[in-house]
Nanobody
Framework: LVQLVESGGESVQAGGSLRLSCAASGVTYGRYNMGWFRQAPGKEREGVAVLYSGLSGTTNYADSVKGRFTISQNNAKNTLYLQMKSLKPEDAAMYYC???????????????????WGQGTQVTVSS
């Protein structure tokens, strides 16, 4: 049984940094594509960052966060991270961790390809 639990969201000022965590159980290292999505009120859920399945450590990012966000994984702790810096008000959203065995590797990521989701953690950015 795959379970994902996010944490780390909070209210920060623009220009600040946050690190989100996703504690993953039932996820075999390297077998799942692991992603971060976000959804702001009234907007569709969008893919932010992904760590490809396999052992290469390949990542990809939405253009809006490239150079500011970093996705990483601590396999010993079964935890996925999203390090966010230089936060902007438009980064404010509910952030979700997701896992997929069958992501088609399309970009932008299609949430429908991800079968496992956490409950989300709220990020608020004030200007």
């Amino acid at each position: 049984l795959v379970q994902l639990v996010e944490s780390g969201g909070e209210s920060v000022q623009a220009g600040g940094s946050l690190r989100l965590s996703c504690a993953a159980s039932g996820v075999t290292y390297g077998r799942y594509n692991m992603g971060w999505f976000r959804q702001a009120p009234g907007k569709e859920r969008e893919g932010v960052a992904v760590l490809y399945s396999g052992l290469s450590g390949t990542t990809n990012y939405a253009d809006s966060v490239k150079g500011r966000f970093t996705i990483s994984q601590n396999n010993a702790k079964n935890t996925l991270y999203l390090q966010m810096k230089s936060l902007k008000p438009e980064d404010a959203a509910m952030y979700y961790c997701a896992a997929s065995l069958y992501w088609r590797r399309t970009w932008p990521m299609d949430p429908a390809d991800f079968g496992y989701w956490g409950q989300g953690t709220q990020v608020t950015v004030s200007s």
